[in-house]
């Protein structure tokens, strides 16, 4: 059984903010408004995070892509009180919205800030109707949402290859953030194929994760600058 990972390479985003466009795109986030954003509700499933070091003329920039973590050992799933928040067998932390009765303690519990509450009914301008991705449902007020690692695309690959009578390959499944990311700087790929691209990654000695202190073993990893 894949267990899907992600590396993300510090020394190669450009902090163009492309990955973020494709995820709200593919994923049918919908829009906060700038009222609502101006109250913290902006929905940004893939945040692009900047920070600085140091004084002009000596200044260094850096941006840190923040998706879902797809922690293994994930807070918000032992906060859930109805089971709504779960890992499936390939350590993908998703949310069952049928389920989701919109407490929010995943929210507050969540360390990286990567859930977002459906304060409203899904607001799209006419603009971005026609744009709607068909195959991501939804979410109604009351509910919470983030990051999924686009796993419908693993079940539309899975579906295409056996349609073409071949084996799926963990190559045929990229979630739109990487496909999309214009400095090259994320990765993704099985963790427990020791010889993918990720497994060797993490190996790297610029290989760390956030917040590592906390033991919610995160499937996110980020290659340090150097
Ligand atoms: S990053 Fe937050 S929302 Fe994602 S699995 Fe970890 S605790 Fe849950
Ligand atoms: S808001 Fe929904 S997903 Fe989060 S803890 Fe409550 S029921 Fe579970």
């Known amino acids: 059984m894949p267990r899907w990972t992600m590396a993300i390479d510090l020394d190669k985003c450009l902090g163009c903010q492309a990955c973020t466009v494709a ?41 840190i892509p923040r998706p879902c973590m797809h922690c293994d050992d994930a807070l918000c799933v032992k906060v859930c009180p109805v089971k709504a928040t779960y890992r499936n067998e390939e350590g993908t932390v998703l949310v069952d919205y049928d389920r989701c009765i919109g407490c929010r303690f995943c929210t507050v519990a969540c360390p990286y800030a990567a859930r977002y509450f459906n304060w409203h009914e899904p607001y799209y301008p006419e603009t971005l109707k026609a744009h709607l991705n068909p195959d991501v449902a939804i979410r109604p007020k009351g509910v919470v949402e983030k990051c999924t690692f686009c796993v419908h695309r693993l079940r539309k690959a899975r579906e295409q290859a056996a349609a073409e009578g071949r084996v799926f390959q963990a190559s045929d499944y990229v979630p739109a953030c990487v496909e999309t990311c214009t400095g090259r700087a994320r990765y993704f790929g099985d963790l427990d194929d020791p010889a993918s691209l990720v497994s060797q990654l993490l190996k790297s000695p610029r290989a760390f994760h956030l917040l590592e202190e906390l033991g919610t073993h995160p499937k996110v990893f980020y290659l340090r600058e150097g």
């Open 23 to 63: 995820c709200r795109m593919e994923n049918n986030t919908p829009i906060a408004g700038p009222e609502q954003a101006a109250k913290g509700r902006a929905m940004l499933w893939n945040e692009v995070i900047p920070s600085s070091d140091g004084e002009y003329p000596n200044v260094t920039a850096r941006y």
